[in-house]
């Protein structure tokens, strides 16, 4: 069966990969927010919950059935091997309703797959080419505490420390996306757009 060309969009908190995924959808192309999906499909697919609640206990989940995420996270933290456990129960589940996703815009040239972590393509997943999002440190500060004017600069910097470096995601990057502010952002991802447009689908 034909499916689309599976494009990863990736990068910082900050550095606008959210907006260049909207464009995206703007110019007709299906997005699949991965972090956002996982978060959905641990409260709303049963399978998924039952393995959530083997792996942590009951505490998972509120009396309405609610994903306890707080307690979970307090429950991981410090456990490595418990992360492991849940996350390898977690994405299986992620990875089959995304297949499905897949299947269902055979029709698209290609597809959008947005997350916050992500690999090279080909390393263990299904993407065909991985656009990294880019932006100086102080202006991706500048934009969060805009968005966010609860969280100071030092409780972004460490939310910025504990994800993966600009560096190691320009190691992924088949294609980088400068959103500086001093580029131009659309004409870069409408050339983006006409070139994945073009590729045959596999």
């Known amino acids: 069966m034909k499916t689309p060309l599976q494009i990863g969009v990736t990068g910082g908190i900050g550095s606008g990969k959210s907006l260049v995924c909207r464009v995206f959808e703007t110019l007709g192309a299906p997005v699949y927010y991965a972090d956002e999906r996982a978060k959905w499909l641990t409260e709303h697919d049963p399978i998924l919950k039952a393995d959530v609640m083997r792996v942590l206990g009951s505490g998972a989940y509120d009396s309405l059935g609610r994903y306890n995420r707080a307690w979970v996270a307090s429950q991981v933290f410090a456990e490595p ?67 966010d004017p609860h969280r100071s600069p030092a409780e972004i910097q460490h939310i910025m420390d504990r994800q993966v470096s600009d560096a ?35």
């Not at 320009?170 to 050339?191: G, S």
Request: without cysteine; hydrophobic residues 50%; glycine residues 2%.
């Open 81 to 147: 091997l418990l992360l492991d456990q849940l996350n390898a129960v977690i994405h299986p589940r992620v990875f089959a309703d995304t297949t499905l996703w897949v299947g269902q815009h055979a029709d698209k040239p290609y597809v959008i797959k947005e997350a916050a972590l992500m690999r090279a393509a080909g390393d263990g997943n299904t993407l065909d080419k991985v656009v990294v999002v880019l932006a100086p440190v102080a202006l991706r500060i500048e934009r969060i505490r805009l968005r």
């Open 168 to 202: 190691d995601r320009l190691q992924l990057a088949d294609y980088v996306l400068h959103n500086d502010e001093e580029q131009l952002l659309l004409p870069q991802i409408v050339a983006l757009h006409r070139e994945f447009s073009m590729q045959p689908s596999v």
